[in-house]
């Protein structure tokens, strides 16, 4: 019984460690969890989305500049010396406390102009920098898809060199039997080792690729790299990659100028800076306000005594302070309103520059939007014409491949009876790797492209992806 007992706790001192250093399955990181990752964690669109909530409060502000200004001030202060006691109506000397209290209005009632341009100005703006927004998640969609579909073509190619380097490693097995058997020359077990070896080196460099590859997309999501995670093949659904569309470049390029929210931001920021020079231009004409103010004030002089000594009689003393009630609600109420005209004559020529800087920004406000109507055109043709290149690639691919994977068979067979040399198996072993990875490449590159197509038309969304 001790002998079963020691037993089992050497056998399970023996499992413990080895189930303990066995390391966790690395963590499957989607398309889909990706691209939510991606539009969570971007900086660049965090950013664009705190600007706009900037806009936002600048176009409220806006609005609320025609609103009147409303204002309430009260000063307390204590004189020591001689001051004018409006409650008697005199220089007085002593100490003297006193309060004042005010409510002050104002309201806009003709400046050019200028306040209705400059809401139009900042509706706009935020328009523009909700266009902005929403283009900048389209850029870290198409940012991070291009990322990812690298490391799934990194995982591809991996696979490729290994089971390449798997076959000519078990050849090199086969062809050192047959040197020791004097079926073969010394030299061809050389030969067959040298192939080997470079199989195995492009193996380990196709290793490093998906190793850097890995780190930026890591960087683009700002995930823990220290956190292992592999990759799976999209469910692409039934989409058919290579199925031939008939895809009109004018028509792409009309669409695009609807959806692309970097060239609809163009478009309202140049209405926002139009409507922007008006309003700079209203500074510079007659302003009328109208305003008004409501106030009153109490006082209280020290050492002065409540009653006097009349003839030993005490009587009430008129110089003494009034209550507060009597004087700060009834007897120092104060109104006064009216109108103010203000006209500009010179200030330095501050309304003018101020007016030339808006007029400058209104102009390069339309040279950047009629920039962007050129790129949207060379986006869209290069994108397409991109798209039909990769379909004709991916469709010449796989011939290619069906192609080399019969030679590669054939010579296989020929090289193992001795009937074929060593050169012509080294080469339909090249040509088939060559055809495998230039397959793996044209796939992935047709999907790079038809995201591509996409993103330039300004109609990439996550849904369209899953």
Same mark, same amino acid.
Do not use: C
């Given at each position: ?40 964690? %971007?900086?660049?669109? #965090? ?17 609320? &500049? ?20 409006? +409650?008697?109506? +005199? ?5 003297? !406390? ?7 209005? #104002? ?22 920098? =909700?266009?902005?927004? =929403? ?33 000519? !490693? ?29 199989? *195995? ?17 890591? +960087? ?48 309202? #920021?140049?209405? &926002? ?27 209280? *002089? ?133 055809? +495998? ?21 300004? %109609? ?7």
């Amino acid at each position: 019984m001790k002998k079963i007992s020691g037993i089992i706790l050497i056998t399970w001192m023996t499992v413990l460690p080895a189930v303990a250093q066995t390391p966790a399955p690395a963590k499957v990181l989607t398309f889909q969890d990706a691209v939510k990752i991606a539009i969570q964690n %971007s900086v660049l669109l #965090n950013q664009q989305k705190n600007n706009l909530e900037l806009s936002q409060a600048q176009h409220i502000q806006s609005i609320a &500049g025609i609103a009147p200004t409303l204002s309430v001030t009260t000063t307390a202060s204590q004189y020591n010396g001689n001051s004018f006691n409006n +409650q008697t109506g +005199q220089v007085i000397n002593g100490v003297r !406390d006193n309060l004042n209290g005010t409510i002050n209005a #104002n309201v806009n009632l003709f400046s050019g102009f200028s306040r209705i341009n400059s809401i139009r100005q900042y509706n706009n703006l935020l328009d523009a920098q =909700s266009y902005f927004v =929403s283009r900048t998640a389209q850029d870290a969609i198409n940012t991070v898809s291009t990322q990812y579909l690298q490391v799934m073509l990194d995982v591809e190619l991996l696979k490729i060199a290994k089971e390449n380097f798997d076959a000519l !490693d078990k050849q090199l097995l086969q062809v050192k039997e047959q040197v020791n058997l004097g079926a073969r020359s010394p030299v061809d077990e050389y030969n067959q080792d040298a192939l080997t070896k470079g199989a *195995q080196l492009r193996y380990i460099q196709a290793e490093i690729a998906l190793n850097n590859d890995k780190a930026l997309l890591t +960087q683009t999501l700002l995930i823990d790299p220290f956190e292992q995670f592999d990759v799976e093949k999209p469910n692409w659904g039934n989409k058919d990659f290579n199925n031939p569309e008939d895809l009109n470049i004018q028509e792409l390029a009309d669409k695009a100028k609807m959806y692309r929210g970097d060239y609809l931001r163009a478009l309202k #920021n140049e209405v &926002g800076q139009k409507f922007g020079m008006r309003a700079a231009k209203g500074a510079m004409m007659p302003t009328l306000y109208g305003f008004g103010t409501v106030g009153s004030a109490y006082n209280f *002089q020290h050492g002065v005594p409540a009653t006097v000594d009349s003839a030993g009689i005490a009587v009430p003393n008129r110089d003494y302070p009034r209550p507060f009630n009597e004087q700060f609600r009834s007897n120092n109420v104060y109104k006064q309103y009216g109108v103010q005209l203000n006209i500009p004559l010179f200030n330095g020529l501050q309304n003018h520059t101020t007016y030339v800087q808006q007029r400058v920004l209104y102009e390069n406000a339309i040279l950047t939007r009629k920039n962007l109507e050129y790129q949207i055109k060379n986006d869209v043709i290069r994108a397409v014409r991109n798209y039909d290149g990769a379909r004709k690639a991916f469709t010449i691919s796989i011939d290619q491949l069906k192609a080399a994977e019969v030679a590669f068979q054939l010579e296989t067979e020929r090289y193992n009876l001795g009937v074929t040399n060593f050169v012509d198996f080294t080469n339909a072993n090249r040509a088939l790797v060559q055809a +495998q990875t230039d397959k793996a490449q044209a796939e992935y590159r047709l999907v790079f492209q038809k995201i591509a197509l996409e993103y330039a038309t300004g %109609s990439l969304k996550v849904e369209d992806l899953e």
